[in-house]
T-cell receptor, first 111, second 121 residues
Framework: RKEVEQDPGPFNVPEGATVAFNCTYS??????FFWYRQDCRKEPKLLMS???SGNEDGRFTAQLNRASQYISLLIRDSKLSDSATYLC????????????FGAGTRLFVKA | GAVVSQHPSWVICKSGTSVKIECRSL??????MFWYRQFPKQSLMLMAT???????TYEQGVEKDKFLINHASLTLSTLTVTSAHPEDSSFYIC????WGRGGMVGSYEQYFGPGTRLTVT
């Protein structure tokens, strides 16, 4: 089983749609959680950190459920510019810090 | 915000040659940098953790004699792909954590370099 698993995608949605990404992690030593966005042939860029209390940044809402080891990202009113690959990222502390990336979910937003 | 640069951004080389990639933290000191590799349509895979002033820590399956890492200063780490072959063609990305910022240890985000696309012919 992969340490971080994401929806395989791709997701094809029209502009204005609401889209949800799901992610699960298997290691209980996971300490911190992030969503990154990666455009084609570019480096990943931090979209937002994910907190247990849930957090929102404009059209983006992230949630964490530690009991279920589940992370989500919700994008409302999707724009063409939201088209990218969304990576679920987990930091582990197992005697040393290690970052595990999910395989990513590709999103295509169409006019 | 923190910036990490990489050089070169794109390189084509012949099989058997060596290629050096530089990773620099521009406005912070990075005692630890990370080297990742990403093949098309796959996620980033950590290759090694580069520690300033000491030997790098390599992930299982990554040949340390093939991927030489040198972290000679607090702002520079280099990755040298020795005797490159076509199967080494990939997108190599470095990252660094800015430990100097406040916050819970383990919660630091990573700052990624723009990546180096290596093509070995």
């Amino acid at each position: 089983r992969k340490e971080v698993e994401q929806d395989p995608g791709p997701f094809n949605v029209p502009e204005g749609a609401t889209v949800a990404f799901n992610c699960t992690y298997s290691n209980s030593a996971s300490q911190s959680f992030f969503w990154y966005r990666q455009d084609c042939r570019k480096e990943p860029k931090l979209l937002m950190s994910v907190y247990s209390s849930g957090n929102e940044d404009g059209r983006f809402t992230a949630q964490l459920n530690r009991a279920s080891q589940y992370i989500s990202l919700l994008i409302r009113d999707s724009k063409l510019s939201d088209s990218a690959t969304y990576l679920c990222v987990v930091n582990l502390n197992t005697g040393g810090f290690k970052t595990i990336f999910g395989a990513g979910t590709r999103l295509f937003v169409k006019a | 915000g923190a910036v990490v640069s990489q050089h070169p951004s794109w390189v084509i080389c012949k099989s058997g040659t060596s290629v050096k990639i530089e990773c620099r933290s521009l406005d912070f000191q990075a005692t630890t940098m990370f080297w990742y590799r990403q093949f098309p349509k796959q996620s980033l895979m950590l290759m090694a953790t580069s520690n300033e002033g000491s030997k790098a820590t390599y992930e299982q399956g990554v040949e340390k004699d093939k991927f030489l890492i040198n972290h000679a200063s607090l702002t520079l780490s280099t990755l040298t792909v020795t005797s490159a072959h076509p199967e080494d063609s990939s997108f190599y990305i470095c990252s660094a954590r800015d430990w100097g910022r406040g916050g819970m240890v383990g919660s630091y985000e990573q700052y990624f370099g723009p990546g180096t696309r290596l093509t070995v012919t």
